[in-house]
């Protein structure tokens, strides 16, 4: 803690974990806690793994205990703000000595997309659960590799769905398995944000594998399958692009996409790069409805169905994440979504599928 204004945020923060993190298995006391702790090496010191650093210091079953990192100062910088020691501490070219520390269980990936295949085959040859930051990779051949480097490593491979863990829309998957909204019918989702700075790495296809849909609109491909809880049967698609200059060959600006599922429900989704305020799930079927909007963005999420508004609690996702992936990893607790290779991989042939049919204008058919 370096300040009294990090003493505050941390103390409005221990007051939400203590409120309502218990009905999740979240920290009642961390002090008082005994159980089996997760601990983990974040790679890739950037904006997302911030976000999650700050978020795990919550957590009473998963613990920030390593770092690997291209950049020395902000090494030093994390050491000293969350008490790393030296040793757990690596570059990218040296990190496959973390096999020999018996101090690190998993590493969180959470560097440009194109590495991560890389990175997470590495992580998994000296034997540690890798927690992969979406899209796990940049096509479903990459995804099998990681997922088949993982098994043969005998270690986890997890990915940062972290809506999966989300209360609201747990309760709205909760409601459709019940039966409450009926057979379902249709899925809406709408992703994007309009992207800023031409240089970075979200618009360089060789870092990024593609565009808005790698990147934002795997939310509304993610949440079509866990909403309509089917997996597609085939995919139709169209791309917009009206500044070539910003969105490259190969780096999507906006993306319409529809799905068909097995019973007869179809989706119907927009990913992009060119329009702010679009975060909306709706899922109608044949007695009701459930509407979240915001639906994916860092919260707090919120709801309505035909019965009234959502009240499920609000919560830090990354770590309401990090404590589940804790227990998934070294309890074997099983989430009501998969948060797995395989449900990445999934998620990666739609989207494969997607920019074919986009290219193509073909409906294409899927078999997941
Ligand atoms: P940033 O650019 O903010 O951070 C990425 C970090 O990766 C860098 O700071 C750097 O860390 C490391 N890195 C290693 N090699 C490179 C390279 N060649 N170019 C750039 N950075 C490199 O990105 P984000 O944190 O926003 O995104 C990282 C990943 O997290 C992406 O896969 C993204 O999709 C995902 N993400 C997930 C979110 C979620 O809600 N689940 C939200 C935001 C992002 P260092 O200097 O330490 O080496």
């Given at each position: 803690?370096?300040?009294?204004?990090?003493?505050?945020?941390?103390?409005?923060?221990?007051?939400?974990?203590?409120?309502?993190f218990p009905r999740y298995g979240l920290a009642e006391n961390p002090e008082l806690y005994d159980g089996p702790v997760l601990r983990v090496a974040i790679m890739g010191l950037g904006s997302y793994g911030s976000r999650v650093a700050e978020a795990m210091q919550f957590c009473k079953k998963a613990k920030l205990v390593g770092l690997i990192s291209g950049t020395p100062s902000k090494v030093k910088d994390w050491q000293q703000k969350y008490n790393?020691?030296?040793?757990?501490?690596?570059?990218?070219?040296?990190?496959?000595?973390?096999?020999?520390?018996?101090?690190?269980?998993?590493?969180?990936?959470?560097?440009?997309?194109?590495?991560?295949?890389?990175?997470?085959?590495?992580?998994?040859?000296?034997?540690?659960?890798?927690?992969?930051?979406?899209?796990?990779?940049?096509?479903?051949?990459?995804?099998?590799?990681?997922?088949?480097?993982?098994?043969?490593?005998?270690?986890?491979?997890?990915?940062?769905?972290?809506?999966?863990?989300?209360?609201?829309?747990?309760?709205?998957?909760?409601?459709?398995?019940?039966?409450?909204?009926?057979?379902?019918?249709?899925?809406?989702?709408?992703?994007?944000?309009?992207?800023?700075?031409?240089?970075?790495?979200?618009?360089?296809?060789?870092?990024?594998?593609?565009?808005?849909?790698?990147?934002?609109?795997?939310?509304?491909?993610?949440?079509?399958?866990?909403?309509?809880?089917?997996?597609?049967?085939?995919?139709?698609?169209?791309?917009?692009k009206t500044d070539h200059v910003k969105f490259k060959e190969g780096v999507d600006e906006t993306i319409q996409f529809q799905l068909g599922f097995p019973s007869g429900a179809v989706a119907s989704c927009l990913s992009t790069y060119n329009?702010?305020?679009?975060?909306?799930?709706?899922?109608?079927?044949?007695?009701?409805?459930?509407?979240?909007?915001?639906?994916?963005?860092?919260?707090?999420?919120?709801?309505?169905?035909?019965?009234?508004?959502?009240?499920?609690?609000?919560?830090?996702?990354?770590?309401?994440?990090?404590?589940?992936?804790?227990?998934?990893?070294?309890?074997?607790?099983?989430?009501?979504?998969?948060?797995?290779?395989?449900?990445?991989?999934?998620?990666?042939?739609?989207?494969?599928?997607?920019?074919?049919?986009?290219?193509?204008?073909?409906?294409?058919?899927?078999?997941?």
């Amino acid at each position: 803690m370096n300040s009294r204004r990090d003493f505050l945020q941390k103390i409005t923060a221990s007051a939400i974990a203590f409120s309502v993190f218990p009905r999740y298995g979240l920290a009642e006391n961390p002090e008082l806690y005994d159980g089996p702790v997760l601990r983990v090496a974040i790679m890739g010191l950037g904006s997302y793994g911030s976000r999650v650093a700050e978020a795990m210091q919550f957590c009473k079953k998963a613990k920030l205990v390593g770092l690997i990192s291209g950049t020395p100062s902000k090494v030093k910088d994390w050491q000293q703000k969350y008490n790393i020691p030296e040793k757990n501490c690596y570059n990218y070219e040296n990190f496959d000595k973390i096999k020999d520390n018996p101090d690190i269980d998993a590493v969180y990936v959470i560097t440009p997309n194109a590495l991560h295949r890389p990175q997470v085959i590495r992580v998994a040859q000296a034997g540690k659960h890798a927690i992969c930051e979406k899209p796990m990779a940049v096509n479903a051949k990459e995804a099998q590799e990681m997922i088949d480097a993982c098994k043969k490593a005998n270690v986890k491979l997890l990915v940062g769905y972290r809506m999966h863990f989300e209360p609201h829309t747990l309760e709205v998957i909760r409601m459709r398995k019940a039966g409450e909204l009926g057979k379902i019918l249709f899925f809406q989702g709408l992703c994007g944000f309009k992207i800023g700075d031409p240089t970075q790495w979200r618009l360089n296809k060789q870092l990024a594998g593609g565009g808005s849909l790698m990147d934002i609109g795997i939310y509304a491909l993610n949440g079509a399958r866990y909403m309509v809880g089917e997996d597609p049967i085939w995919v139709t698609a169209e791309e917009t692009k009206t500044d070539h200059v910003k969105f490259k060959e190969g780096v999507d600006e906006t993306i319409q996409f529809q799905l068909g599922f097995p019973s007869g429900a179809v989706a119907s989704c927009l990913s992009t790069y060119n329009m702010n305020n679009l975060d909306k799930f709706f899922l109608n079927g044949e007695k009701g409805f459930a509407e979240l909007q915001p639906s994916t963005g860092y919260g707090p999420i919120k709801g309505r169905t035909n019965k009234g508004e959502l009240n499920q609690p609000v919560v830090v996702h990354q770590t309401l994440q990090m404590e589940e992936m804790s227990a998934i990893i070294l309890e074997g607790k099983q989430p009501v979504v998969p948060v797995n290779g395989e449900e990445a991989l999934k998620d990666l042939k739609v989207m494969d599928a997607i920019y074919e049919a986009a290219k193509t204008g073909k409906r294409i058919p899927l078999v997941l």
